[in-house]
């Protein structure tokens, strides 16, 4: 961000109503990703300011891969009020996995590249909107319940994917230098190539079960929210009925890649009125509670969640957990 961006990061001047007040500040842990697209140490610590107008706050940098999820488990032992994790949606996913089944909240401030959590949840994608937000939550404080999704033993907060998409995201995450500076645009130019170069000729098969059915296809995706993802603040839509709060699953397996085909899947996704399950080499499905993706021809299968590459499997279970985590926005 740049230099106009930080300077409208202040405290909040206190009100005739704070100077009197005798209710105790919330204690705050923010986990910081130093290593996020749009993070800063400037602006870690000017955030941190403002929000000490109206928090107890504690604020933690991520080391490595899995940190973020130490941490959280810690501050729930500890009693904190409120979880913020300010970073990409990696950076959230690891909270989220510290905080299932505990009552301390998880809240987020955009600092990746694309923030879709963030967004999903109400808060908005500018930092500062953001930071204006959470200092708006002291006066209206609602924690809530949300499901979170389950594949092979790793929890997600909004998609996960077998294939294409996991194969876009490795190789975006092998740049982060370039995703940094591109952000939506890097993510695109790396999905046409990774099309191009391991799809359009042979690309892995794959079969899900879902409830019954056996879907064939190249690429499946899930989502235990919507939309799918952003392109900056558009919202690129694929499954049709994901909700965080519904208790189920939804998602879409790509039958075939073809290049025509991908063009009109891809305009379906930024235009509501043109739904992406409708296209004829998308099998959509909802209302589901578990599903198995399984290598139909042998060769292992990239698997991601949340924008964070897990390797690659022969076999992807997927599953929900009905109100495992609770957020405030």
Not at 36 to 52: F, G, M, P, Q
Not at 160 to 167: E, R, Y
Request: proline share 5%; glycine share 10%; net charge neutral.
């Amino acid at each position: 961000m740049d230099a106009s961006t930080s300077e409208r990061v202040a405290a909040p001047a206190p009100s005739p109503a704070d100077a009197f007040s005798t209710t105790p500040k919330r204690r705050m842990l923010m986990i910081v990703n130093p290593y996020a697209a749009t993070v800063s140490d400037r602006l870690r610590n000017l955030v941190v300011y403002a929000l000490k107008g109206r928090y107890e706050v504690d604020a933690v940098d991520t080391e490595a891969r899995g940190h973020a999820t130490v941490l959280c488990r810690e501050a729930a032992h500890e009693g904190y009020d409120v979880v913020v994790a300010f970073g990409g949606d990696g950076t959230v996913n690891e909270a989220a996995n510290g905080l299932l089944g505990s009552t301390t909240p998880l809240c987020a401030l955009p600092g990746g590249s694309a923030n879709v959590f963030v967004k999903i949840l109400g808060v908005p994608g500018d930092l500062i909107d953001a930071t204006e937000h959470l200092l708006a939550l002291a006066d209206d404080w609602r924690p809530r319940k949300i499901d979170v999704g389950v594949v092979n033993g790793r929890c997600f907060t909004f998609n996960s994917g077998v294939g294409l998409d996991a194969s876009v995201v490795e190789r975006v995450d092998a740049r982060p230098d370039l995703k940094a500076r591109f952000g939506p645009h890097f993510f695109t130019w790396k999905a046409l190539t990774t099309f191009v170069r391991r799809y359009l000729r042979r690309a892995p098969q794959m079969e899900a079960n879902v409830g019954g059915r056996k879907l064939r296809g190249v690429t499946t995706v899930v989502q235990n929210g919507a939309p799918y993802t952003y392109f900056h603040d558009h919202a690129i839509e694929i499954a049709e009925g994901a909700a965080l709060d519904s208790g189920t699953l939804a998602g879409a397996v790509l039958r075939r890649a073809t290049p025509l085909g991908m063009a009109m899947i891809g305009l379906r996704g930024v235009v509501p009125r043109l739904r992406t399950v409708e296209h004829r080499q998308i099998a959509g499905f909802a209302d589901v509670a578990q599903l198995t993706v399984r290598s139909a021809d042998g060769r292992p299968l990239p698997l991601q969640v949340d924008g964070d590459f897990l390797g690659e499997v022969d076999e992807a279970r997927y599953s929900v957990k009905p109100n495992a985590l609770t957020v405030v926005a």
